[in-house]
């Protein structure tokens, strides 16, 4: 995945430490499109530009805060649009929440917004891993969809380390693309829809293994189960 500064300012480009995609949700098609990325760089500064699919995407529109379709826009502390999805340093309940993300209290406000997403209930949009390949392997976590819909008894009998199965779900009401996850038989829950893409994707040029990486029976359903993603060399 280029790095947006790569045409622009390529000598940037060498400090970028994290990519993180800003996913759209149609609220027409409740389909995800990855409109935009943003990066954090080394030297404390940020950038962020639209992805060239999204400049053609029917019903999508540039953001208040980001006008500008084809500028790379450049920041030298963390944008408000990040910002804002981020769970604030202040507040008693900060250190058990970046524990269920299974990070440490001093976590970037990009490594937080990798595993929650940064979905807020007032907009369409996420904040995600970019679930990048580099040398042929891809590396990521995510949290488990939709518990509340199967058997949430199922989560009290999973292990950290427990591989779970991808089963695909053409006949879902909701996203024809749904993945969903399996454990000895017992249905978890779904892959979030932002990444079913991304899965299938991935899927069609190797292997790809997903294993419960934390558990945290005291979170709320959706950060109750933190899983890893990588790829499986052949």
């Known amino acids: 995945m280029q790095s947006v500064l790569a045409n622009v300012h390529p000598e940037d480009?060498?400090?970028?430490?994290?990519?993180?995609?800003?996913?759209?949700?149609?609220?027409?098609?409740?389909?995800?499109?990855?409109?935009?990325?943003?990066?954090?760089?080394?030297?404390?500064?940020?950038?962020f530009a639209y992805l060239p699919e999204a400049h053609d995407l029917s019903g999508f529109n540039p953001l208040i805060q980001f006008p500008e379709p084809a500028r790379v826009y450049m920041f030298e502390t963390l944008p408000a649009f990040l910002g804002n999805r981020v769970l604030s340093r202040r507040r008693s309940s900060y250190g058990e929440y970046v524990g269920w993300l299974g990070l440490a209290e001093d976590a970037t406000p990009m490594e937080i917004l990798a595993r929650t997403g940064g979905e807020r209930a007032t907009d369409t949009f996420h904040v995600v891993d970019a679930f990048e390949e580099v040398d042929g392997r891809c590396e990521g976590r995510f949290f488990i969809s939709g518990i509340r819909h199967r058997d949430p008894s199922a989560v009290d009998r999973l292990v950290p380390g427990q591989e779970l199965s991808l089963r695909d779900e053409p006949g879902n009401p909701v996203n024809p693309q749904a993945i969903l996850l399996t454990a000895t038989g017992s249905e978890v829950?779904?892959?979030?829809?932002?990444?079913?893409?991304?899965?299938?994707a991935l899927r069609a040029r190797r292997a790809i293994r997903v294993q419960v990486e934390r558990l945290n029976p005291q979170a709320p359903l959706r950060l109750a189960v933190l899983c890893q993603l990588e790829t499986v060399r052949g």
């Not at 060498?14 to 030297?43: C, M, N």
């Not at 979030?192 to 893409?197: A, K």
């Open 13 to 47: 480009a060498a400090l970028v430490t994290r990519k993180l995609r800003l996913i759209w949700k149609d609220p027409k098609t409740s389909r995800y499109h990855a409109v935009g990325q943003f990066e954090s760089l080394s030297d404390g500064r940020y950038a």
């Open 189 to 200: 829950g779904w892959v979030p829809d932002w990444l079913v893409e991304t899965i299938h």
